[in-house]
């Protein structure tokens, strides 16, 4: 039995693929595939207004209206930074100054505060652009990498959020490299839009938690 962890919570790879097929290629279960990956957005490497109603294929926000003004208001900084980090890059063997990229690129929700823009919705818009760099982040995966025993991002008293980060993205690029063949067999089960590792191991851990009670 091979075990596929994200975080510290794990599930039987025959299941996980399971479940994959289920979110995937189930017609008969609706799920956020293909609506979010297959929407077409702005044409180009970098955020248009089109990209930020994405989220809402996520059904991540309540407030849709306010979250897209205040993620348009931060389309110019982000963009700047979104500027370092080419296409092509992926998590899975990114180095420190990568790492410390991505740090700098979510630092925009500190720099300029927006009430209804968090890390949740940011990165709902941000991993379209870096499908292969840039992971999803919501509760599910918070409980995996953080309020599941054994979690190895365990809270800390006192931590900024850019520490958090770093920690976070360093122990999912660990998660995605150390078992990056079981990624891209479940990633396989998506019949169109195609959808990256790092897209995978969402779905998985957000399963584990959705699955958690």
Same mark, same amino acid.
């Given at each position: 039995m091979t075990e596929l962890c994200v975080g510290g919570a794990s599930v039987d790879f025959d299941e996980a693929k399971i479940w994959a097929y289920d979110y995937l290629a189930n017609d008969r279960i609706l799920s956020a595939y293909p609506a979010y990956d297959g929407y077409p957005g702005?044409?180009?490497?970098? +955020?248009?207004?089109?990209?930020?109603l994405a989220p809402a294929l996520l059904?991540?926000?309540?407030?849709? +209206?306010? *979250?897209?003004?205040?993620?348009?208001a931060l389309m110019g900084p982000l963009n700047e930074r979104l500027d370092a980090l080419p296409l092509q890059t992926e998590l899975a063997t990114a180095g420190s100054k990568t790492i410390d990229h991505l740090v700098e690129l979510f630092g925009v929700l500190e720099e300029r505060p927006t009430k209804y823009v968090k890390?949740?919705?940011?990165s709902k818009v941000l991993h379209r652009k870096r499908p292969k760099l840039i992971p999803l982040f919501d509760a599910h995966i918070y409980w995996?990498?953080?309020?599941?025993p054994d979690a190895p991002v365990p809270e800390q008293p006192g931590r900024s959020y850019a520490g958090y980060r770093s920690a976070w993205l360093r122990a999912v690029q660990k998660d995605?490299?150390?078992?990056?063949?079981?990624?891209?067999?479940? *990633?396989? +089960?998506?019949p169109g839009p195609q959808i990256t590792p790092l897209r995978a191991l969402d779905i998985i851990g957000w399963e584990l938690g959705k699955r958690r009670r």
């Open positions: 702005s044409p180009t490497t970098f +955020i248009g207004p089109q990209d930020l059904n991540v926000s309540q407030n849709p +209206i306010p *979250a897209y003004y205040g993620l348009e890390l949740v919705t940011l995996c990498y953080t309020l599941r995605l490299h150390s078992q990056l063949d079981q990624w891209k067999e479940i *990633a396989a +089960i998506a």
